[in-house]
């Protein structure tokens, strides 16, 4: 079966800039995940999608982050604008059914703002 | 909400030693995943654990879900340069997964 496709591998951005990355996720999944993990820590979750509706979205900073799922299939996040602190790699993954089933995670995207 | 905490942080391990990482969580969960990511990749599905007690076995990986479903061990064997990477576990309440902090294990041959 075809991974969890994401775009772009690696953006280099200056601070206040805005950029967005998109996820495909496998055929099937109803259950999509944005991931924030900064160099030497575990993947922080950003937001929770059941299908096209958000399921948890209280750990995505939302006055600079926003995040979509149209028509339950993929996915983009956006960020506008970004910070220093932004810099980080964004993972998203996709599984069957919520938590219980593993999750399969796409490439990243490494964002470095400067 | 849940915090899942992994000690050690760092195994520096001699080839062909065995060595232990653990996982314990601030609440009781539904289930524990564990995943590896090796350098410069992204997180890998190893295992889910689901109920008490409950030990599984993939090769010379054994896993463990703690009586009280609050903790969790991950056992390595003979270990190998393959074996390099971060491995993290991460905690359902059924309905979010929260990742702990991650064991980065390095290999010397």
């Known amino acids: 079966e075809a991974g969890v496709a994401q775009s772009p591998r690696y953006k280099i951005i200056e601070k206040r800039q805005s950029v967005a990355f998109w996820c495909n996720p496998i055929?099937?999944?109803?259950?999509l995940y944005w991931y924030q993990q900064i160099l030497g820590q575990g993947p922080k979750l950003l937001i929770q999608?059941?299908?096209?509706?958000?399921?948890?979205d209280s750990q995505l900073p939302k006055d600079r982050f926003s995040a979509e799922r149209l028509k339950g299939v993929d996915s983009t996040l956006k960020i506008q604008p970004a910070k220093l602190e932004d810099s980080a790699v964004y993972l998203c993954?996709?599984?069957?059914?919520?938590?219980?089933?593993?999750?399969?995670f796409g490439s990243g995207t490494r964002l470095t703002v400067v | 909400g849940q915090q899942v905490m992994q000690i050690p942080q760092y195994q520096h391990v001699q080839e062909g030693e065995d060595f232990t990482t653990y996982c314990n969580s601030s609440?009781?969960?539904?289930?524990i995943q564990w995943y590896k990511q090796r350098p410069g990749g992204h997180p890998v599905f190893l295992i889910q654990?689901?109920?008490?007690?409950e030990v599984k076995k993939q090769k010379r990986l054994t896993f463990q879900f703690g009586e009280a479903k609050k903790n969790s061990s991950l056992h390595i064997t003979a270990t190998q340069t393959t074996d390099v990477g971060t491995y993290f576990c991460?905690?359902?309440?059924?309905?979010?997964?929260?990742f702990g902090a991650g064991t980065t294990v390095t290999v010397r041959a």
């Open positions: 654990l689901v109920k008490s007690g």
């Open positions: 055929s099937g999944h109803a259950t």
């Open positions: 999608f059941q299908n096209n509706g958000v399921v948890d």
């Open positions: 991460a905690g359902s309440d059924d309905y979010k997964l929260s």
């Open positions: 993954a996709s599984s069957l059914q919520g938590t219980f089933y593993g999750y399969t």
């Open positions: 609440t009781t969960l539904s289930n």
